[in-house]
């Protein structure tokens, strides 16, 4: 069954690009009557926004032109893989929203990719070399300078048979042998020259246990798994531009023999790998950051990867919407995360009702309204941009919190917030005026006496209008929570660029602590509604961490990519 998805359909899930031009021509011209991609992930990681991109491309092209999309595990280094990445990779694809037509692992196929090198041995299209990996690569010549043959390229075909046959009995250790392509020695594509096919390596391996000690190299076993599997277009980032030609030369060598079919087959495609600035999307630095604990886990709301953005709020719509406005093309470019915080936000504007919340706290005392008695105003939860019904009972009383930072005892000009004598409205309440300060012993502001003016409820006051609106929350009715702001994971844009260790360049203040407070009606809603906090920001509550009597809020992101103009001087 094609792959469905869930959430709102849309028409395309691939806006045009050079690949489904690609696409549009083979299926004109006869060269394949159906699309059929694949999702080839290595299970020695979670899967990050990056492969968001890649998954977005294989399962939305299946979608729009009716074919399937398989999820593959590409799984031939058994020291780096593991259940565990298996479990959460598939957990992450699904989240997204997509459905794979069939759940396949190229370890399954360890015996037939065994018999096409046995089939390209006896072709004498491969040999067992013997040098070691350092003097592989010395031989191997430079880019300026063609290679040196390996005293062993010229073993016979029955010796190099019985030598792949007892490496994989186990009869030598690492590194022993190897069996490489004879392709070309001289080629420009420094990937021609001979590439290693198979490898030894004495591990167990979490799908096939001990069965081999004998594992396929990337450039034998992808091929071949796409045409095992008759895919039909084989996306890949743009790396391995120059190991497509050792994919064309294998699939031209093995086409007819070993169950691959004559034709069609399979063609790979590269597109321009995501880069974000301000994270590293690599696994093996993902890792890093995970195990010298930089950060908690792997699904801490600050990382890159699916499991991160999924804890920290993020919607598989709004991923999928940012896979589709940073397109398909084939020019390696780095996105800003600003371009990721619109698509989030976009998606959040149309969802989540306003609520108010007070992240630094400021005791304000309404000294002419009574003690004890509460006002049940009524807020809308849609104010203004979102046209939508439904409105929540919002308690005002003679002790309120407001935000620390729309007080501000000396203004600059331009301060349309609460200053000494000056006026404010509170949101969805009254007018108030601050008449005193009060400070405790070493000076600081603990209080706000004010007044308000109980004639300017959803009018304005007499004698004008006051500029500013701030939030504010009711002292006995709100509920404590704990919020948790995120920033960037890294300082600098490319934390990768020069030769130091990228973890220098971990921004000390990516997540900050607050203890707040939020208005009652939260409690009555579901635990993943997510808000927008006025003012302050989306949140949701932290899936793992918050309970209903110890309420702990991720902010997903601000309103406003402030941060952009504060770090750029904007
Ligand atoms: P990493 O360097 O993070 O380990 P990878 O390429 O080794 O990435 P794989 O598990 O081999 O990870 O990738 C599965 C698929 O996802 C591949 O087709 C790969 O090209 C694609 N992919 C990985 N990273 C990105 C990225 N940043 N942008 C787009 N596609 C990506
Ligand atoms: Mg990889």
Redesign the pocket.
Known sequence: MPGEMTGAPRARHVSPNFITEIIDADLRDGRHATVRTR????P??YL?I??A??ICLNFGLALDYGGECNLRF?DTNPETESVEYVDAIKRDVEWLGFRWARELYASDYFERLYACAVQLIRDGHAYVDSLSEDEIGRYRGTVAQPGTPSPYRDRSVEENLDLFARMRRGEFPNGAHVLRAKIDLASPNMKLRDPVLYRIVHARHYHTGNAWCLYPLYDFAHPLSDAFEGITHS???LE?ENNRAIYDWLLERLRGTCGIPASPRPHQYEFA???LDYTV????K?IRLVEDGHVDGWDDPRMPTLSGLRRRGVSPEAIREFANRIGVARTNSRVDPGALEAAIRDDLNLRAPRVLAVLRPLAVTITNFPEGRVERLTAPYWPHDVPREGARPLPFARHLYIERDDFMEHPPRGFHRLTPGGRVRLRHAYVIRCDEIVRDAAGEIVELRCSYDPSTLGRAPDGGAVRGTIHWVAAAYAVPMTARLYDRLFSVADPERGDGDFTAHLNPASRTVVEGFVEPSVLDDAPDVRYQFERLGYFWRDPADSKPDRLVFNRIVTLRDSWAKMHRGG
């Open positions: 999702f080839p992930p290595e020695n990681g990050h990056g492969h991109k890649s590409d996306l890949c980032t391995f790998r995501l880069t999307l690599s696994k093996r993902l």
